[in-house]
Protein backbone atom coordinates (compact mmCIF):
# COMPACT_ATOMS: atom_id res chain seq x y z
CA UNK A 1 0.00 0.00 0.00
CA UNK A 2 1.15 3.30 -0.64
CA UNK A 3 2.91 5.16 2.35
CA UNK A 4 2.90 8.90 1.18
CA UNK A 5 0.77 11.17 -0.13
CA UNK A 6 1.73 14.19 -2.33
CA UNK A 7 -0.18 17.58 -3.01
CA UNK A 8 -0.83 18.69 -5.19
CA UNK A 9 -1.69 16.07 -7.74
CA UNK A 10 -1.05 18.56 -10.52
CA UNK A 11 0.69 21.60 -10.70
CA UNK A 12 1.23 23.79 -13.74
CA UNK A 13 3.06 26.82 -13.82
CA UNK A 14 5.25 29.06 -16.13
CA UNK A 15 9.07 28.63 -17.13
CA UNK A 16 10.83 30.34 -14.48
CA UNK A 17 8.40 30.46 -12.16
CA UNK A 18 9.20 28.21 -8.58
CA UNK A 19 7.36 24.83 -7.97
CA UNK A 20 6.87 23.40 -4.65
CA UNK A 21 5.62 19.62 -4.15
CA UNK A 22 5.07 18.21 -0.68
CA UNK A 23 4.38 14.28 0.41
CA UNK A 24 3.20 12.68 3.98
CA UNK A 25 4.03 9.52 5.07
CA UNK A 26 2.83 7.82 7.87
CA UNK A 27 5.49 5.52 9.27
CA UNK A 28 9.20 5.79 10.53
CA UNK A 29 11.47 5.91 7.56
CA UNK A 30 15.44 5.57 7.14
CA UNK A 31 15.70 7.94 4.42
CA UNK A 32 13.26 9.65 2.15
CA UNK A 33 13.40 10.19 -2.14
CA UNK A 34 12.51 11.86 -4.64
CA UNK A 35 12.08 10.50 -8.39
CA UNK A 36 11.25 12.37 -11.69
CA UNK A 37 9.18 10.43 -14.35
CA UNK A 38 8.82 11.60 -17.85
CA UNK A 39 5.74 10.08 -19.66
CA UNK A 40 6.06 6.60 -20.20
CA UNK A 41 9.47 6.52 -19.49
CA UNK A 42 11.18 4.96 -15.77
CA UNK A 43 12.27 6.76 -12.59
CA UNK A 44 14.96 9.12 -12.79
CA UNK A 45 16.76 9.37 -8.77
CA UNK A 46 16.72 13.10 -8.13
CA UNK A 47 18.13 12.87 -4.70
CA UNK A 48 17.69 11.19 -0.84
CA UNK A 49 17.71 12.39 2.37
CA UNK A 50 18.68 10.75 5.37
CA UNK A 51 15.85 10.87 8.32
CA UNK A 52 18.49 12.92 10.14
CA UNK A 53 18.64 15.45 8.20
CA UNK A 54 16.64 18.58 7.45
CA UNK A 55 17.36 19.80 4.34
CA UNK A 56 19.57 19.31 0.84
CA UNK A 57 20.07 20.51 -2.48
CA UNK A 58 21.36 19.48 -5.57
CA UNK A 59 21.17 22.16 -8.82
CA UNK A 60 18.29 23.64 -8.75
CA UNK A 61 16.38 21.15 -6.59
CA UNK A 62 15.85 21.80 -2.25
CA UNK A 63 14.21 18.83 -0.45
CA UNK A 64 13.67 19.83 3.32
CA UNK A 65 12.83 16.88 5.38
CA UNK A 66 10.74 17.04 8.87
CA UNK A 67 10.69 13.99 10.60
CA UNK A 68 8.37 15.13 13.36
CA UNK A 69 5.42 16.26 10.67
CA UNK A 70 6.12 13.14 8.98
CA UNK A 71 6.58 15.55 5.57
CA UNK A 72 9.24 16.27 2.90
CA UNK A 73 8.98 19.11 0.13
CA UNK A 74 10.78 19.44 -3.30
CA UNK A 75 11.77 22.92 -4.69
CA UNK A 76 12.37 23.02 -8.04
CA UNK A 77 13.55 26.96 -8.93
CA UNK A 78 13.90 29.23 -12.04
CA UNK A 79 11.82 26.31 -13.47
CA UNK A 80 12.29 24.81 -17.33
CA UNK A 81 10.04 23.46 -19.76
CA UNK A 82 11.97 20.15 -19.56
CA UNK A 83 10.58 19.81 -16.10
CA UNK A 84 7.64 18.75 -17.38
CA UNK A 85 7.13 15.32 -15.38
CA UNK A 86 5.21 13.61 -12.68
CA UNK A 87 7.50 13.65 -9.39
CA UNK A 88 7.13 11.04 -6.65
CA UNK A 89 8.12 10.80 -3.51
CA UNK A 90 9.33 7.52 -1.65
CA UNK A 91 10.33 5.95 1.57
CA UNK A 92 12.60 3.25 2.83
CA UNK A 93 10.98 2.64 6.02
CA UNK A 94 12.91 1.75 9.00
CA UNK A 95 11.61 -1.90 9.71
CA UNK A 96 11.35 -2.96 5.97
CA UNK A 97 15.01 -2.78 4.72
CA UNK A 98 15.55 -1.01 1.27
CA UNK A 99 11.60 -1.34 0.49
CA UNK A 100 10.60 1.67 -0.98
CA UNK A 101 7.07 2.99 -1.09
CA UNK A 102 5.98 5.51 -3.26
CA UNK A 103 3.90 7.91 -2.82
CA UNK A 104 0.72 9.26 -5.04
CA UNK A 105 2.67 11.79 -7.41
CA UNK A 106 2.67 15.30 -8.70
CA UNK A 107 2.16 16.02 -12.22
CA UNK A 108 4.33 19.78 -12.99
CA UNK A 109 3.57 20.65 -16.10
CA UNK A 110 6.20 23.67 -17.02
CA UNK A 111 4.84 26.02 -19.77
CA UNK A 112 6.91 27.58 -22.02
CA UNK B 1 27.31 2.73 -13.59
CA UNK B 2 24.27 0.68 -12.12
CA UNK B 3 22.49 0.23 -15.55
CA UNK B 4 19.59 -1.68 -15.16
CA UNK B 5 17.78 -3.16 -18.59
CA UNK B 6 14.27 -4.48 -19.39
CA UNK B 7 13.26 -6.16 -22.39
CA UNK B 8 10.75 -6.04 -23.78
CA UNK B 9 9.89 -2.13 -24.00
CA UNK B 10 6.57 -2.83 -24.80
CA UNK B 11 4.36 -6.07 -25.85
CA UNK B 12 1.04 -6.84 -27.11
CA UNK B 13 -0.37 -9.85 -26.04
CA UNK B 14 -3.76 -11.77 -26.24
CA UNK B 15 -6.35 -12.53 -23.52
CA UNK B 16 -4.81 -15.83 -22.15
CA UNK B 17 -1.33 -16.01 -23.07
CA UNK B 18 1.33 -15.30 -20.49
CA UNK B 19 4.47 -13.24 -20.99
CA UNK B 20 7.61 -12.73 -19.89
CA UNK B 21 9.33 -9.54 -19.02
CA UNK B 22 13.19 -9.29 -18.36
CA UNK B 23 14.76 -7.44 -16.12
CA UNK B 24 18.95 -7.23 -15.93
CA UNK B 25 21.40 -5.33 -13.82
CA UNK B 26 24.10 -4.61 -16.87
CA UNK B 27 27.24 -3.50 -14.62
CA UNK B 28 26.75 -4.53 -10.97
CA UNK B 29 25.25 -7.83 -9.00
CA UNK B 30 22.10 -7.29 -8.12
CA UNK B 31 21.33 -9.15 -4.63
CA UNK B 32 17.80 -7.89 -4.43
CA UNK B 33 15.17 -7.43 -7.09
CA UNK B 34 11.94 -5.57 -7.06
CA UNK B 35 9.08 -5.57 -9.03
CA UNK B 36 6.34 -2.91 -9.58
CA UNK B 37 3.44 -2.18 -11.22
CA UNK B 38 2.44 1.35 -12.33
CA UNK B 39 -1.00 2.02 -13.81
CA UNK B 40 -2.04 5.23 -15.98
CA UNK B 41 -1.48 8.47 -13.88
CA UNK B 42 -0.88 6.45 -10.61
CA UNK B 43 2.20 5.63 -8.74
CA UNK B 44 4.64 2.63 -8.57
CA UNK B 45 2.91 -0.01 -6.30
CA UNK B 46 5.45 -2.91 -5.37
CA UNK B 47 4.29 -6.20 -6.70
CA UNK B 48 6.92 -8.21 -5.26
CA UNK B 49 10.70 -8.70 -3.88
CA UNK B 50 13.36 -10.97 -4.67
CA UNK B 51 16.70 -12.18 -3.83
CA UNK B 52 18.46 -14.29 -5.60
CA UNK B 53 18.07 -17.85 -5.53
CA UNK B 54 15.46 -17.65 -3.00
CA UNK B 55 11.38 -17.80 -4.00
CA UNK B 56 10.02 -13.55 -4.47
CA UNK B 57 8.16 -12.27 -1.22
CA UNK B 58 4.61 -10.80 -2.82
CA UNK B 59 2.74 -7.86 -1.21
CA UNK B 60 -0.98 -8.34 -0.04
CA UNK B 61 -3.43 -8.60 -2.94
CA UNK B 62 -0.62 -9.83 -5.38
CA UNK B 63 -1.24 -13.34 -6.99
CA UNK B 64 1.96 -15.27 -7.17
CA UNK B 65 0.76 -17.99 -9.22
CA UNK B 66 -0.30 -15.46 -12.04
CA UNK B 67 3.08 -13.10 -11.30
CA UNK B 68 5.59 -15.59 -11.35
CA UNK B 69 9.27 -14.29 -10.66
CA UNK B 70 12.34 -16.18 -11.09
CA UNK B 71 15.58 -14.47 -9.80
CA UNK B 72 18.10 -17.43 -11.07
CA UNK B 73 20.81 -15.06 -11.00
CA UNK B 74 22.68 -12.06 -9.90
CA UNK B 75 22.04 -9.96 -13.21
CA UNK B 76 18.84 -11.29 -14.25
CA UNK B 77 15.01 -11.81 -12.83
CA UNK B 78 12.36 -12.17 -14.53
CA UNK B 79 8.55 -11.41 -13.93
CA UNK B 80 5.91 -13.32 -15.72
CA UNK B 81 2.20 -12.72 -16.54
CA UNK B 82 0.16 -16.16 -16.85
CA UNK B 83 -3.04 -16.04 -18.45
CA UNK B 84 -2.84 -12.56 -18.89
CA UNK B 85 -6.02 -10.95 -18.93
CA UNK B 86 -6.87 -7.16 -20.35
CA UNK B 87 -6.74 -5.74 -16.33
CA UNK B 88 -3.63 -6.92 -16.61
CA UNK B 89 -2.22 -4.22 -18.97
CA UNK B 90 -0.48 -1.60 -17.18
CA UNK B 91 3.17 -0.39 -17.02
CA UNK B 92 6.06 -3.01 -15.26
CA UNK B 93 8.94 -1.84 -13.58
CA UNK B 94 11.69 -3.80 -11.72
CA UNK B 95 14.38 -2.12 -9.89
CA UNK B 96 17.76 -3.79 -8.68
CA UNK B 97 19.50 -2.89 -5.52
CA UNK B 98 23.21 -4.12 -4.81
CA UNK B 99 25.17 -4.03 -1.59
CA UNK B 100 24.46 -0.83 -0.99
CA UNK B 101 20.93 -1.39 -0.97
CA UNK B 102 20.51 2.03 -3.63
CA UNK B 103 18.05 0.89 -5.80
CA UNK B 104 18.34 1.60 -9.77
CA UNK B 105 15.57 1.56 -11.71
CA UNK B 106 14.96 0.43 -15.25
CA UNK B 107 12.91 1.51 -18.12
CA UNK B 108 9.79 -0.03 -17.76
CA UNK B 109 7.61 -2.14 -19.90
CA UNK B 110 4.24 -1.35 -21.21
CA UNK B 111 2.21 -5.00 -21.13
CA UNK B 112 -1.34 -4.43 -23.42
CA UNK B 113 -3.20 -7.82 -23.63
CA UNK B 114 -6.45 -7.20 -26.10
Known amino acids: SQQGEEDPQALSIQEGENATMNCSYK?????LQWYRQNSGRGLVHLILIRSNEREKHSGRLRVTLDTSKKSSSLLITASRAADTASYFC????????????FGGGTRLMVKP | GAVVSQHPSWVICKSGTSVKIECRSLDFQATTMFWYRQFPKQSLMLMATSNEGSKATYEQGVEKDKFLINHASLTLSTLTVTSAHPEDSSFYIC??????????FGPGTRLTVT
Open chain 1, 27 to 31: TSINN
Open chain 2, 95 to 104: SASDWTDEQY
Open chain 1, 90 to 101: ATDRSNAGNMLT
